[in-house]
């Protein structure tokens, strides 16, 4: 079976692999014990480094699925839990304003209704966000300009070079308003990063330090963090124009050094294998590969299920048609197939059946140049499903 889903994904992804596609990609599939890896192209525009299986990559926002697990790991701890106001450990999130009109004055604003939750934050209901009207408006918002002002980098690609420190980050986004009352809709991507300075504050570590204990060490994910200096096995991100691919960060950019503000939303850099058992982990209910529990199977669960309102999704997703097919569980979509898994806008996909006990990584350093999962990760899956 193995055998079969490399030549169907090495077919899959072979037109896509060149001038006008990606420099290169790792693609790797999993059911039960079989795996298929298939790695073509090279981690740069230019010939000289190929891609490997242990080449690195910017994960961007397949981190968000890992911050989740990582927020449950403290439930399951006891430190924190998930109807609790943020408040106690985020005392710079408390009595919340909220604008009357998302595009309105900054000063124009009603009390919040109720405290933040940490269950708003992992699913993205907590009132601050990305929408799609913001990117489309004739002229910017002026909570945009001010988040931009302020140094956030929250509502757009993620910059390790701008976000300050934790601390000052977090009592940054405190002064400003909230564009929607706390559980009100789904908004893009601030959650997680949120969640970052909950978890290192209510685990007294620095966030690389949590996740390491509780995720990556327990699991032998020992190539994903917020930087690397392995930079030679990092892939050159680029970002798609009218001539071509531009670099938007080389190997020795922004993921080469500590980052002040380690960004719990799309800040990670990866390995296929890392990833992979990340997803193991899930896929057999939370258990590491020693069968230490990680998780509780009842944590998974709430991980990986539909965890909004129909009318949160009335009023939330990246476009028309975001949440045909699927919803949103804790910081990663969940599929009406019973799928769940997200993708990384710098040009990943990671994605688990667990019905199916089917695992599909996509790895490439292509910048996404929409919300849809690009064609050549979906002609992958399908080729994955198709095979088994």
């Excluded at 037109?15 to 790797?28: D, F, Q, S, T």
């Excluded at 997680?192 to 007294?204: H, K, Q, Y």
């Excluded at 939330?316 to 599929?335: E, I, M, N, P």
Aim: net charge negative; with cysteine.
């Amino acid at each position: 079976m193995s055998s079969i889903i490399t030549d169907r994904i090495h077919a899959a992804a072979v037109p896509h692999v060149g001038p006008g596609g990606v420099p290169g990609l790792i693609a790797l599939a999993l059911r039960g014990e079989d795996e298929s890896l298939v790695a073509l192209g090279n981690l740069d525009v230019e010939p000289g480094r190929p891609a490997r299986r242990d080449s690195l990559f910017r994960i961007t926002s397949t981190t968000k699925p890992i911050t989740a697990a990582e927020t449950l790991a403290l439930v399951g701890e006891g430190l924190i839990s998930l109807e609790e106001p943020v408040d106690r450990l985020l005392p710079e999130l408390a009595g919340r304003r909220v604008l009357r009109r998302p595009d309105g004055p900054l000063e124009d604003t009603v009390p919040a209704v109720r405290a933040i939750t940490t269950r708003d934050l992992l699913t993205f209901t907590f009132g601050f966000g990305m929408v799609l009207e913001m990117f489309t408006a004739p002229e910017p918002w002026p909570v945009v300009a001010a988040e931009q002002q302020l140094g956030l980098a929250t509502l757009g690609p993620p910059d390790p070079s701008v976000p300050p420190d934790p601390d000052t980050w977090i009592s940054r986004l405190g002064s400003m308003p909230l564009l929607a009352q706390p559980g009100e809709r789904w908004m893009y991507n601030t959650g997680a990063a949120v969640l970052g300075v909950l978890l290192s504050r209510a685990a007294r570590a620095p966030l690389g330090e949590v996740l390491r204990t509780r995720l990556f060490d327990p699991l032998g994910m020992r190539d994903t963090g917020f930087w690397t200096d392995q930079t030679g096995r990092l892939a050159t991100a680029y970002r798609p124009s009218q001539d071509g691919l531009l670099s938007c960060d080389p190997p020795a950019g922004g993921w080469s050094r500590p980052p002040a503000f380690p960004d719990a939303a799309a800040g990670l850099v990866s390995t296929v294998d890392d990833l992979a058992a990340f997803a193991r982990m899930l896929v057999v209910g939370g258990r590491g590969p020693s069968g230490v529990p990680v998780l509780s199977p009842e944590l998974v669960r709430a991980m990986t299920s539909d965890q909004l309102t129909p009318a949160q999704k009335d009023r939330g997703g990246l476009g028309h048609g975001f949440f045909d097919g699927r919803s949103w569980g804790f910081c990663q979509a969940v599929y009406d197939s019973g799928a769940y898994g997200w993708d990384g806008g710098f040009g990943t996909s990671w994605l688990v059946d667990p019905a199916r006990e089917l695992v599909v990584i996509v790895l490439t350093q292509r910048m996404f140049e929409s919300p849809a999962t690009p064609q050549l990760h979906r002609d992958i899956q399908a080729a994955a499903y198709a095979a088994i």
